[in-house]
């Protein structure tokens, strides 16, 4: 049974700062690309931030560059965002994705090409 978890969500003040973290099992987790999605309510599901199997490269999305970092920890079968100068509108609820990756591709930000999500978090922030 394949399972993602995210956990670390919350309220926070604009301008602070929160960790979420993805935990999985059920799947060979090194050998799986990971992103972060979420949806604000009313709105589609939107690409945050995405990471490779080695952990080599990340891609952001324009409106988090800067003020969100993704990482993993394969040991741990762990994904992480970190995430500083949250703004209001960062509310929305966080997911995480795992996807096989056969050929190195530019299709992260699409969620069509996710195989597995979690349930996801949710991230309030505050004025």
């Known amino acids: 049974q394949v399972q993602l978890v995210e956990s670390g969500g919350g309220l926070v003040q604009a301008g602070g700062s929160l960790r979420l973290s993805c935990v999985a099992s059920g799947i060979a987790f090194s050998r799986y690309s990971m992103g972060w999605f979420r949806q604000a309510p009313g709105k589609e599901r939107e690409f945050v931030a995405a990471i490779n199997t080695s952990g080599s490269l990340t891609k952001y999305a324009d409106s988090v560059k800067g003020r969100f970092t993704i990482s993993r920890d394969d040991p741990k079968n762990t994904v992480y965002l970190q995430m500083n100068s949250l703004k209001v509108e960062d509310t929305a609820l966080y997911y995480c994705?795992?996807?096989?990756?056969?050929?190195?591709?530019?299709?992260?930000?699409?969620?069509?090409?996710?195989?597995?999500w979690g349930q996801g978090t949710q991230v309030t922030v505050s004025s």
């Open positions: 994705a795992a996807r096989i990756v056969y050929m190195t591709n530019t299709n992260y930000g699409r969620a069509t090409e996710y195989q597995y």
